[in-house]
C-alpha cells in the first residue's frame, strides 16, 4: 500500500515535511517574534505527606526523559523535521531540574481520580517559584506506587491521563522505583503488575516509560491515531495508538517498537517545545476550509480521496497541513488511520484515505494546523468537519 502518488511510507514524509516546514517559516520571517522567552517542560515530583521520593528519583527520571526524548528526535529527524524534541530543563549537576512538591495529606486520601487535586497543589507550590502552570506544559510524576522487592509484587493507584494544546498542558504519569530505561533489555526478572500480571522487568518498562511518552504527546496536543498497515510492518506500532505499551521492546527482539506517524509529527513541528519560538502562540487560529468533495471509491475500490479548500481570514496564522482521521466506531480513537496533505498556494488540498475498516461504520474528521501551532482540534475525537460513512464486507465505502 503506497501513499501520495504511489510513495512508500519511507518515501512520503519527507517532502511533505518539507513544503510544511517553507510555509511556516515564510510566515515567522514575515511575522517576527515579539516574545522571546524559552519554552521548557516543567517536571514535578509530588509525593504524599507520609511518603519519601523514590529513591534516586532525580538520576532515574533523567534516563527516562532523555530517553524519550531521543526516541522523539530521532522519529522528526525521520519525518523529514529534523531533531526537534521536548525541551527539557537541566541543573548544573547535568540532571533534571524537579519540582518537589510534598502533597499535605497522606497516600491514603488519594485515589487515581484525584489528577486535578493533585495539579491544584502543584499550582500553589510552583507560584512560589513564579510559575503558572496554567500556562506552561507540566509533567507530573506522582509517587504513587507499592512496589515489594521480596515478592516482586507492583501495584500503583496514580492518576494517568494528560492533555493540552500550544498553549498549556499537563501529563500525569506514576513513578516507581523499578521505572528506569536502563532496563527495558531486561527479559528474565519478572515482576507482578497488578494491571498487568505476570510481566518482565523490560516489559513494564515498556509500558510504563511508553505511557510516560504516550501520555506527554497528550500533553503537548496530540491525539489518538494507529499505524497503518503498510507502516506498522516497517515501524511498529504508533506511539499515539497502541505503541505506549511497545515501547523499547525492540531492545528485547519482541517487536519493532513504537514510532511517530506523520500527522503527530506535522502537529508537533509547530508546538513550541519542539519549535523553540513563542510566536503568536496565543493567536487563534480561524479558517472556513470550503468546497469539501468526498469520492469514494477513488483511487480505488477501498479508498476515498478528499478535496477542498483552506479560507484562511485576514491577519490568521497559514494553515500549513490538514488531517483526515478516519475512526472507526467503538475502541475510542485509538484505532483512527490517518492522512495527510500540505495546502498548495491557493489553499486546495487533496487527501487519499485508504486504510479504513471492513464492515464498520466511521467518521473521517478534517483537522486544520496552523503555523502558530494551533489547531482547529487538538483531540482528534472532535471536528466541525466531520462526515459519517460505513465500510461494507466488500471493503467499499459509502457516505451517509
Given at each position: 500500500m503506497a501513499h501520495a502518488a504511489g510513495l512508500s511510507?519511507?518515501?512520503?514524509?519527507?517532502?511533505?515535511?518539507?513544503?510544511?516546514?517553507?510555509?511556516?517559516?515564510?510566515?515567522?520571517?514575515?511575522?517576527?517574534?515579539?516574545?522571546?522567552?524559552?519554552?521548557i517542560l516543567h517536571i514535578i515530583y509530588w509525593t504524599p505527606s507520609d511518603r519519601k521520593p523514590a529513591p534516586e528519583y532525580r538520576q532515574r527520571l533523567t534516563?527516562?526523559?532523555?530517553?524519550?526524548?531521543?526516541?522523539?528526535?530521532?522519529?522528526?529527524?525521520?519525518?523529514g523535521f529534523g531533531p526537534q524534541t521536548i525541551?527539557?530543563?537541566?541543573?548544573?549537576?547535568?540532571?533534571l531540574r524537579i519540582h518537589l512538591v510534598r502533597a499535605p495529606n497522606r497516600h491514603a486520601n488519594y485515589k487515581a481520580s484525584d489528577g486535578e487535586i493533585i495539579r491544584e497543589e502543584c499550582k500553589l507550590a510552583l507560584r512560589q517559584d513564579g510559575i503558572d502552570i496554567d500556562r506552561e506544559t507540566i509533567l507530573i510524576f506522582c509517587n504513587m506506587s507499592n512496589w515489594d522487592p521480596a515478592k516482586r509484587i507492583i501495584t500503583q493507584n496514580s492518576p494517568y491521563t494528560a492533555g493540552g494544546s500550544q498553549l498549556k498542558?499537563?501529563?500525569?504519569?506514576?513513578?516507581?522505583?523499578?521505572?528506569?530505561?536502563?532496563?527495558?533489555?531486561?527479559?528474565?526478572?519478572?515482576?507482578?503488575?497488578?494491571q498487568y500480571g505476570n510481566i518482565s522487568l523490560g516489559r513494564y518498562n515498556s509500558i510504563f516509560i511508553g505511557g510516560v511518552a504516550h501520555e506527554m504527546g497528550h500533553a503537548l496536543g496530540l491525539p489518538h491515531n494507529c499505524e497503518r498497515k503498510d507502516e506498522h510492518e516497517i515501524f511498529g506500532a504508533a506511539l499515539m495508538g497502541k505503541g505506549g505499551h511497545s515501547y523499547g521492546e525492540e531492545s528485547r527482539g519482541e517487536g519493532k517498537g513504537a514510532f511517530l506517524t506523520l500527522a503527530t509529527g506535522l502537529r508537533l513541528t509547530t508546538h513550541p517545545l519542539f519549535s523553540g519560538t513563542n510566536q503568536s502562540r496565543e493567536a487563534r487560529g480561524n479558517t472556513t476550509i470550503t468546497d469539501i468533495r468526498i469520492e469514494t471509491g477513488v483511487p480505488s475500490a477501498t479508498a476515498m480521496t478528499v478535496t477542498g479548500k483552506v479560507q484562511l481570514a485576514p491577519g490568521a496564522p497559514p494553515v500549513y497541513a490538514v488531517l483526515?482521521?478516519?475512526?472507526?466506531?467503538?475502541?475510542?480513537?485509538?484505532?483512527?488511520?490517518?492522512?495527510t496533505a500540505i495546502p498548495d498556494a491557493g489553499g486546495t488540498f487533496t487527501l487519499c484515505c485508504d486504510e479504513?475498516?471492513?464492515?464498520?461504520?466511521?467518521s473521517l474528521r478534517l483537522i486544520a494546523l496552523y503555523a502558530n501551532g494551533d489547531a482547529t482540534s487538538h483531540t482528534g475525537a472532535t471536528s466541525p468537519y466531520s462526515f459519517s460513512y460505513s465500510v461494507g464486507k466488500d471493503g467499499k465505502p459509502r457516505l451517509k
Open positions: 511510507p519511507r518515501e512520503e514524509p519527507g517532502s511533505k515535511a518539507a513544503h510544511a516546514l517553507e510555509i511556516i517559516h515564510a510566515w515567522r520571517v514575515e511575522n517576527p517574534a515579539k516574545d522571546h522567552s524559552r519554552r534516563r527516562t526523559m532523555t530517553h524519550i526524548q531521543a526516541f522523539y528526535a530521532r522519529e522528526m529527524k525521520r519525518l525541551n527539557l530543563d537541566f541543573g548544573d549537576d547535568q540532571l498542558g499537563c501529563a500525569w504519569q506514576v513513578d516507581s522505583p523499578i521505572l528506569d530505561p536502563d532496563l527495558l533489555g531486561e527479559k528474565g526478572f519478572m515482576v507482578r503488575d497488578g483526515a482521521y478516519c475512526d472507526p466506531d467503538g475502541g475510542g480513537d485509538y484505532d483512527a488511520t490517518t492522512a479504513i475498516q471492513l464492515g464498520k461504520t466511521a
